[in-house]
């Protein structure tokens, strides 16, 4: 028997992020399928909320992950994932692959060969191959800025348009994350597009109070999803994981 919410997805359909405070706030979690912008300035624990929905998805629900990143190494990111409390070798029916692209990026780097690399269709094989043989479920990409820095866009709306249906088509639930240079424009994406195509953006803020520091998170978006759109504080410790502080 299906349990619906208010807006006719049924709650096993889906994701949750494991954000105590959070999942509440948005009826369960995130729709499955949907493509979710995760954003914010760096320093903002993007990379690591990202990770800890792949995590705690396999180690709660036995759900599998993709992670591909393209700016930091997979032996950087899985010590930093670690040290936070979120050690992959944990996990034993289910777990997360992490694909790796920044050492190609690096050989490519400056050749002329590297612009013949279609680097969208070779995300999109190796993350099909993957799902198909594993069954794997999330995928997050990290980062957009990245892949935009290996891919020509001629005419950024249709490009954009195009990445995205690509990644739609893996039918997987998708985060991209997505660094804003300058936050204070509210542009969540390089080229102003990207919020309106996506189907969710989570946005991710720091504020200073005197000589500390504060995280804020806001649901700016998510379709076929009744949500506050308020900043509201968010922690983490690797006990706990990510926690939302009531007001």
């Known amino acids: 028997m ?3 919410d208010t807006v006719g997805v049924p709650m ?3 994701v949750r992020l494991f954000v105590k405070g959070l999942d509440e706030r ?3 979690g995130v729709p499955k399928g949907h493509l979710v912008l995760v954003c914010g300035r ?12 792949l995590f705690k998805g396999a180690k709660f629900q036995k759900t599998r992950g993709i992670y591909v990143t393209l700016e930091q190494s997979r032996t950087s990111l899985l010590e930093q994932m670690i040290k936070l409390g979120m050690d992959p070798r944990t996990l034993s029916e289910s777990g997360i692959i992490v694909i790796d692209l920044t050492r190609l990026r690096k050989e490519t780097a400056g050749k002329s060969t590297s612009t013949d690399i279609n680097w969208l269709d070779s995300i999109v094989t190796t993350v099909q191959s993957y799902k198909n ?4 479920e999330i995928l997050v990409l990290d980062s957009l800025a990245a892949l935009y820095s290996l891919t020509q866009m001629k005419n950024p ?3 954009v348009y195009f990445t995205f249906e690509r ?3 893996l039918g997987m639930t998708t985060f991209v994350i ?11 994406g390089m080229f102003g597009v990207e919020d309106f195509l996506a189907d969710g953006i989570l946005h991710f803020e720091l504020e200073r109070d005197g000589r500390r520091v504060n995280l804020f998170l806001s649901v700016v978006k998510m379709r076929k999803t009744s949500h506050e759109r308020n900043y509201n504080p968010i922690i983490f410790d690797k006990t706990n994981g990510f926690e939302i502080v009531p007001d």
């Open 2 to 4: 299906h349990v619906q």
């Open 12 to 14: 096993e359909d889906r």
């Open 26 to 28: 948005m009826e369960g």
């Open 42 to 53: 760096a320093g903002t624990m993007k990379s690591t909320f990202c990770f800890n929905t």
């Open 133 to 136: 043989k594993y069954g794997c």
């Open 157 to 159: 709306r249709s490009d």
């Open 167 to 169: 990644l739609r088509d």
């Open 178 to 188: 997505s660094e804003m240079l300058d936050p204070d424009k509210q542009i969540f």
